[in-house]
């Protein structure tokens, strides 16, 4: 079993900055493909980024260059640097691990304000 808890969301104006931070337990943490995930309201979830075992990263076309994820497999976290925050990225946030079977975290609100 693994538990994933998500921090660092928030509410923050147009422009701005948020760090979301994703702390994994119970398991073998780099074994893992990391993701982060978003659903805002009315809409379906859907991946943001995602970090693999060995570094790798992908991100979704509308945050690629604004956001940044990252990985620390000794201290078993995932983070999720925001930037140039905009209205559209308003939604729930939720941390995802991957190996042979997926975890989800219980989610973070990020809220921008225009």
């Known amino acids: 079993q693994v538990q994933l808890v998500e921090s660092g969301g928030g509410l923050v104006q147009a422009g701005g900055s948020l760090r979301l931070s994703c702390a994994a337990s119970?398991?073998?943490?780099?074994?893992?493909?990391m993701a982060w995930y978003r659903q805002a309201p009315g809409k379906q979830r859907e991946l943001v980024a995602l970090?693999?075992?060995?570094?790798?990263?992908n991100y979704a076309d509308s945050v690629r260059g604004r956001f940044t994820i990252s990985r620390d497999n000794a201290k078993n976290t995932v983070d999720l640097q925001m930037n140039s925050l905009k209205p559209e990225d308003t939604a729930v946030y939720y941390c995802?691990?991957?190996?042979?079977?997926?975890?989800w975290g219980q989610g973070t609100q990020v809220t921008v304000s225009s």
């Open positions: 995802n691990a991957q190996w042979i079977q997926t975890y």
């Open positions: 119970g398991t073998t943490f780099s074994r893992y493909v």
């Open positions: 970090i693999r075992q060995g570094g790798s990263t």
